[in-house]
């Protein structure tokens, strides 16, 4: 699947964003296993709610980061998807 800026990422039902006390680190919980991530990652999830576009979730972070971030986000978020822990509409 290719994602574009139009699309509207959510995490899948059954995964969740916590904070690992033992690694100091956040991470993204699904029943399978975990996801350890860095700031960014962490940043672009917190923003996938289904109801933003990847588009939104760029703008954003475009703010925080100083510089065009869109290509990285649609690149993180399709790993994410192919691995299904991120769904699309």
Do not use: K
């Not at 999830?45 to 980061?65: F, K, M, P």
């Amino acid at each position: 699947m290719t994602l574009t800026a139009a699309a509207v990422p959510a995490l899948w039902r059954l995964a969740r964003l916590e904070f690992d006390p033992v690694r100091q680190q956040r991470v993204l919980l699904y029943p399978e296993g975990v996801v350890l991530l860095n700031d960014t990652g962490g940043a672009i999830l917190d923003l996938c709610d289904g109801r933003r576009s990847i588009a939104d979730v760029a703008a954003i972070l475009q703010e925080r980061y100083r510089r065009d971030v869109t290509a990285d986000v649609i690149d993180y978020l399709s790993q994410l998807v192919e691995r299904e822990l991120v769904r699309v509409e």
